[in-house]
Nanobody, 123 residues
Framework: QVQLVESGGGLVQAGGSLRLTCATSGRAFSIYAMGWFRQAPGKEREFVAAISWSGGTTGYADSVKGRFTISRDNAKNTVYLQMNSLKPEDTAVYYC????????????????WGQGTQVTVSS
């Protein structure tokens, strides 16, 4: 069993930055691929970024490429999402997820999900 807890969300002006943290507990964090999704009001949950268990492979949605960076610290059982140059359209609840399968992480079929953290970007 893996528990995920997101933090770091908040209100920021357009052009600003936030760093989201997903702290995990449970067994064998280092073998899980991790990802971030987001869901805006009235919209479907969408993929944002993912990282392999080793941290050697990352992937991003086109809408955030060049602005967001996903990373992980396996010693701290934590994954991060650094968000720069934020835009109002980045406003959403952000969720982290985890699964042994990288493809399940990126396709929203991951076994484990956090409760989400709200990010609001004002114009």
């Amino acid at each position: 069993q893996v528990q995920l807890v997101e933090s770091g969300g908040g209100l920021v002006q357009a052009g600003g930055s936030l760093r989201l943290t997903c702290a995990t507990s449970g067994r064998a964090f280092s073998i899980y691929a991790m990802g971030w999704f987001r869901q805006a009001p009235g919209k479907e949950r969408e993929f944002v970024a993912a990282i392999s268990w080793s941290g050697g492979t990352t992937g991003y949605a086109d809408s955030v490429k060049g602005r967001f960076t996903i990373s992980r610290d396996n010693a701290k059982n934590t994954v991060y999402l650094q968000m720069n140059s934020l835009k109002p359209e980045d406003t959403a609840v952000y969720y982290c997820n985890a699964d042994r399968s990288h493809s399940r992480v990126t396709s929203a079929q991951a076994e484990y999900w956090g409760q989400g953290t709200q990010v609001t970007v004002s114009s």
